[in-house]
């Protein structure tokens, strides 16, 4: 019994449920109510993101589901040997890690930056207590934009990597 090979694949199917499961229940359910409660959310996402963290922990099981995919990657391939690569196999765990990377970094490029960017709004209008400004309503219009640009990519490449993950060996 390879204890190795099982904590890894324990890492990466672990941490990739969590990453995919929360990225659904951010897009579906989150975001959506999040827009219809308006000001009477903040204090939600204020405790979300202090207190339980969500701002780290989806960088924390991305960046674990890619290191652990990584290491079983290079296991095997026999460390990127070429000929296994281009096997159906090998395609298929490359375009999924391929995928699985991207999302992660287009996370980076626009969830993180338009969490933080509403997260200043809010912040600004619980300080102030009063209406959104012109120019904060468009911060706030052009953070959500970059919210629905992600969903509308980041999902579709979080499923993509999960279901070729899920099939490759069966190539």
């Known amino acids: 019994m390879d204890w190795g090979l099982i904590v890894l694949r324990i890492l990466h199917v672990g941490s990739a449920m969590a990453w995919f499961g929360g990225a659904i229940m951010g897009s579906f359910f989150l975001q959506p109510t999040v827009k219809a409660l308006g000001p009477k959310a903040q204090p ?4 979300l993101v202090t207190q339980r ?6 960088p924390v099981v991305a960046g674990l589901t890619i290191l652990s995919g990584a290491a079983l990657f290079w296991r095997d391939s026999g460390g990127l040997q070429l000929s296994w690569i281009t096997t159906p196999t090998g ?10 990377i991207a999302s992660f970094v ?6 993180g930056p338009s969490v933080a960017e509403k997260t200043s709004v809010q912040n ?7 209406e959104p400004s012109e120019v904060q309503r468009e911060r706030l219009a052009r953070a959500d934009r970059r919210m629905q640009l992600a969903d509308r990519i980041d999902l ?16």
Do not use: C, K, Q
């Not at 395609?91 to 699985?100: E, R, V």
């Open 44 to 47: 939600f996402m204020d405790y």
């Open 53 to 58: 963290r969500l701002g780290v922990f989806f």
């Open 91 to 100: 395609l298929a765990f490359t375009i999924g890690a391929l995928a699985g």
């Open 106 to 111: 287009l996370g980076g490029i626009l969830i």
């Open 124 to 130: 600004e209008l619980a300080a102030s207590g009063g």
């Open 156 to 171: 579709p490449l979080l499923f993509t990597a999960g279901l070729l993950m899920a099939v490759a060996r069966y190539l």
